[in-house]
């Protein structure tokens, strides 16, 4: 089930829509920033978030569901800043003692990695970052030269050099087309999600996926019914962040290059990529590679295995990033 939305006004007339459960009170924020065709959920918390005692914080970022799309004055990076201040500071009208622990799956990595190399005059909160979540994670093709060669035929061609080269963004508008009649319900989602993802689990990732539903008590299908709904929300009011995601991924990401952080702005990092997701493995372990102090984790399957293993996922971040309190 699709969480209940809570929502911002900002002063420039935009709406931020975001999630949030936990521990409100806590200064351990956790914010995490979601994929293509996501919203911003908290609706089950992993034990080792409960555990922590964290404030778990999902926003729902530009063009997707019933978050504005970023004025015609303003990049994704400056509306980015100013969604997540304003939602951070309503949330926590004192700032001073947070930390903050940025996460992002799949594009909501760009997002991430974006926060996390701004500069502080940008994102004055960016000083409060404790640690950094990648899951499937996606790398700056401005620093990645080898970027093109990372992608399948399919994101090739909507990431890779035929963006550079045909007009009107072309291809993500014919993939736009093509996908509107499979998200234009709930029900149609996910019969789609099914189709494109579950029924193709086998092998150890199939087993894997049947102890996470049952772990959950969820029935057959009722994974597909909830992410049928996200997707559903993510596209019912505008298709402008999907439409979006070429132009963002190549946007230079505000001159953020995972090779040259300064060492006053290292923190743990933990990058989780899965073994069967060629684009993203090869994607995370150039950031391996070129990111000081990396922890890799890799996870058996495809692009969403790792859903399947969020808790222990979690518990190695937080591990890595926050003393357990007595």
Excluded at 51 to 72: D, I, M, N, Q
Excluded at 223 to 230: Q, R, V
Excluded at 285 to 311: C, I, P, Q
Aim: hydrophobic fraction near 40%.
């Amino acid at each position: 089930m699709l969480v209940e939305e809570q929502y911002l006004s900002m002063p420039s007339g935009r709406t931020l829509a975001y999630a949030h459960g936990g521990a409100p009170a806590s200064t351990d924020v956790v914010i995490f920033l979601h994929g293509v065709f996501g919203v911003g959920e908290a609706t089950t918390l992993s034990p080792a978030l409960v555990e922590r005692g964290v404030h778990f914080v999902a926003p729902t970022l530009p063009g997707w569901g019933k978050t504005s799309p970023p004025s015609s004055s303003q990049s994704f990076q400056q509306c980015l800043f100013d969604d997540l201040t304003a939602l951070i500071t309503r949330l926590h009208p004192q700032t001073e003692n947070l930390r903050l622990y940025l996460a992002g799956g799949s594009f909501g990595t760009v997002a991430a990695q974006i926060v996390y190399g701004a500069s502080y005059d940008d994102f004055p909160l960016g000083r409060q970052i404790a640690g950094l979540l990648l899951i499937a994670p996606i790398s700056p093709p401005h620093a990645h030269s080898d970027f093109n060669k990372c992608l399948s035929s399919t994101n090739y061609l909507s990431l890779g050099t035929p963006y550079h080269v045909l007009p009107f963004n072309l291809t993500q508008r014919m993939g736009m087309l093509m996908l509107r009649h499979h998200l234009d319900t709930p029900e149609h989602a996910a019969k789609f999600i099914h189709e494109f993802a579950f029924s193709k689990l086998a092998g150890e990732e199939r087993e894997v996926y049947e102890k996470w539903r049952e772990a959950r008590g969820f029935e057959e299908g009722q994974a597909e019914k909830d992410i049928g709904a996200s997707m559903h929300h993510s596209v019912a009011t505008t298709w402008k962040g999907f439409l979006d995601v070429p132009k963002i991924i190549h946007s230079n990401w505000g001159g953020y290059d995972p090779r040259s952080v300064h060492e006053d702005r290292q923190i743990p990092v933990l990058v989780v990529m899965n073994r069967g997701d060629r684009d993203h493995l090869l994607m995370g372990e150039w950031l391996v590679k070129n990111m000081k102090g990396t922890v890799a984790r890799y996870e058996v399957g495809g692009h969403m295995a790792s859903m399947f293993t969020a808790d222990g996922i979690w518990e190695q971040f937080l591990k890595m990033t926050m003393p357990m309190k007595k």
